[in-house]
T-cell receptor
Framework: NAGVTQTPKFQVLKTGQSMTLQCAQD?????MYWYRQDPGMGLRLIYY???????DKGEVPNGYNVSRLNKREFSLRLESAAPSQTSVYFC????????????FGEGSRLTVL | GDSVTQMEGPVTLSEEAFLTINCTYT??????LFWYVQYPGEGLQLLLK?????DKGSNKGFEATYRKETTSFHLEKGSVQVSDSAVYFC??????????FGKGTRLSVIA
């Protein structure tokens, strides 16, 4: 009963390095999301994918790219990491549009030096 | 646009105390309202929800009532436990748009 799985759980990068955060869900959900969580800022939406083959910008998309590889997987890429991208990243999938319930992964803690 | 405002924390309570975390919202139409909880080191999980005015959501002793007239969805619990220590997020959904979250309220319960 995996739900939403994110990898890696922890990562340290140097400024300018690139990396991809992976997310997969096994609940056959259409919509998937990437959030970042920073102290005092709550959760901010980076990108989302309403369905396979579509992606849209959220509140804070600059410096990120996403790929909806298939219905299960939604990856987040940092092409040139900056210290301002130090954060905890959460992937989520939407149960049903009518209830609006999101299912979250456990998070990926990224530190950019 | 849609927004959620919740009381700033941290909130520190003694075990068995009464808890209220205020949440108000601004939205077009008739949103669904949610409370999510985040335990240390974990992702968020749904605590309770209400989909229309005057609905009461409840779970694990927590309750919240959807008040359209005051655009509020305050979270309450009659007797908190140490295990309730977590961050609580109020959120709303207005149909086809992504969920909008408040900034979260950290609750610490001391024995």
């Amino acid at each position: 009963n995996a739900g939403v799985t994110q990898t890696p759980k922890f990562q340290v990068l140097k400024t300018g390095q690139s990396m991809t955060l992976q997310c997969a869900q096994d609940m056959n959900h259409n919509s998937m999301y990437w959030y970042r969580q920073d102290p005092g800022m709550g959760l901010r939406l980076i990108y989302y994918s309403a369905s396979e083959g579509t992606t849209d910008k959220g509140e804070v998309p600059n410096g990120y790219n996403v790929s909806r590889l298939n219905k299960r997987e939604f990856s987040l890429r940092l092409e040139s990491a900056a210290p301002s991208q130090t954060s905890v990243y959460f992937c989520a999938s939407l149960g049903t549009l009518s209830t609006g319930e999101l299912f979250f992964g456990e998070g990926s803690r990224l530190t950019v030096l | 646009g849609d927004s959620v405002t919740q009381m700033e924390g941290p909130v520190t309570l003694s075990e068995e105390a009464f808890l209220t975390i205020n949440c108000t919202y601004t939205a077009t139409g008739y949103p669904s309202l949610f409370w999510y909880v985040q335990y240390p080191g974990e992702g968020l999980q749904l605590l309770l929800k209400a989909t229309k005015a005057d609905d009461k959501g409840s779970n694990k002793g927590f309750e919240a009532t959807y008040r359209k007239e005051t655009t509020s969805f305050h979270l309450e619990k009659g007797s908190v436990q140490v295990s309730d220590s977590a961050v609580y997020f109020c959120a709303l959904n207005s149909g086809n748009t992504p969920l909008v979250f408040g900034k979260g309220t950290r609750l610490s319960v001391i024995a």
